[in-house]
């Protein structure tokens, strides 16, 4: 036990010393929750808006008020015709055009031409068009919205970028380390020292699991004071679940190890880490809703831990859920990790 103690010890002295490696571990989760909370953003504000409109009654009036006052749209032609309109949007200088009919007074209908080529954006515009032009004291409509009132993406980006940087930091600065050993001709004397080898990588992904943890916390800091992004759940189950997480991309499930054991230089150790880390992000549903998937790609969610962690830190730090909620995650997370462990020990047998 003293020897594997002196493993870890002699891998945190190595990530202490190494800059670039503390760059990339505290510089990326400041940078991404930067790029992501504030600059990548589906927010939807300041929509380049054209009217048309021929008629000067009071309702319509009314409408065209509520539009310039809204935060939402910003009104930048009023033209005559459909036509024109559609000439703003093609000419890429609108985003979507409101047109009100001769009657809008008797009949109130509008229609909406909306740029299409972002069909996301393209529905959220028609919809705050709709929300902003039926004034629910009408009785026209009466909704309420959960959860995010404001309808701030940083609340869908905080769970994400959290699933994504562990993965990062367990499953790819792992693998870095093991083929690092390699390239240099030091893993060898590791293997054949007296701790055995699966004792001597996991010895090696300690650090980094403390390491993941801190950046966890550096996470949940930023997105409380500067996305202000309340926790509406229990701090408790939002550690639990990412200390799970942690466990199987690290120890359990083994990613970055079995994929270093396979990889002779750190260039491709890092080129797989990311075709797979992108993977599973992209069938995590973070961007869209996993029953909107086709069969096929539905089916790999049952086995993208990706997914089951983004969706349980959503149900706790988002929505306040607890273990009634997320439960199913927490055990479809054990079971996938219990059986990558199996297929882990497997890999390092032949080492033994």
């Known amino acids: 036990m003293t020897q594997f103690f002196s493993f870890v010890i002699k891998e945190a002295r190595h990530i202490l010393r ?17 790029i992501l909370g504030f600059a990548i953003t589906t927010d939807v504000r300041d929509v380049r808006t054209v009217l048309v409109t021929t008629s000067s ?14 935060e939402y749209f910003s009104i930048v032609a009023k033209v005559a015709s459909p036509a024109e309109a559609e000439r703003w949007i093609r000419a ?23 740029d299409g080529s972002d069909p996301n954006m393209a529905q959220q515009w028609t919809a705050y068009a709709s929300g902003v032009l039926l004034n629910p004291q009408e009785g ?12 701030r993406s940083a609340y869908n980006f905080v769970p994400a970028i959290m699933g994504m940087l562990l993965m990062l930091i367990c499953a790819m600065m ?47 800091l930023m997105a409380r004071f500067v996305l202000m992004v ?48 992108v993977f599973l992000m992209l069938l995590s549903g973070l961007f869209t809703p996993v029953r909107s998937m086709p069969a096929w790609a539905y089916a790999t969610t049952y086995v993208n831990p990706m997914h089951y962690f983004i969706d349980a830190i959503r149900t706790v730090y988002i929505r306040g859920g607890g273990f009634r909620e997320i439960y199913p995650h927490l055990i479809a997370l054990s079971l ?9 020990i497997i890999t390092y047998r032949k080492n033994e």
């Open 18 to 34: 190494d800059r670039r490696t503390m760059l990339i571990l505290f510089g990326m989760p400041l940078a991404m929750m930067m």
């Open 57 to 70: 009654d009071h309702l319509s009036t009314q409408m065209v008020n509520r539009l310039a006052a809204s």
């Open 92 to 114: 890429g200088k609108a985003d979507i055009a409101m047109v009100f009919s001769p009657r809008f007074a008797s009949r109130g209908g509008v229609q909406f031409i909306v």
């Open 140 to 151: 026209r409509v009466n909704s309420r919205m959960l959860f995010n009132p404001q309808m």
């Open 174 to 220: 792992t693998s870095i380390s093991i083929v690092r050993e390699k390239e240099r001709g030091t893993m060898e004397v590791l293997l054949v020292s007296p701790v055995r080898p699966l004792m001597v990588l996991i010895a090696k992904s300690v650090p980094y699991f403390v390491l993941a943890f801190f950046v966890l916390m550096v996470i949940m």
């Open 230 to 277: 309340p926790l509406a759940g229990s701090l408790f189950w939002i550690v639990a679940v990412s200390l799970l997480y942690i466990l199987l991309a690290l120890f359990v499930s083994s990613f970055g190890l079995t994929i270093s054991n396979f990889s002779s230089n750190m260039q491709q150790a890092v080129f797989v880490m990311w075709f797979f880390i």
């Open 336 to 344: 996938l990790g219990s059986a990558m462990s199996l297929c882990a």
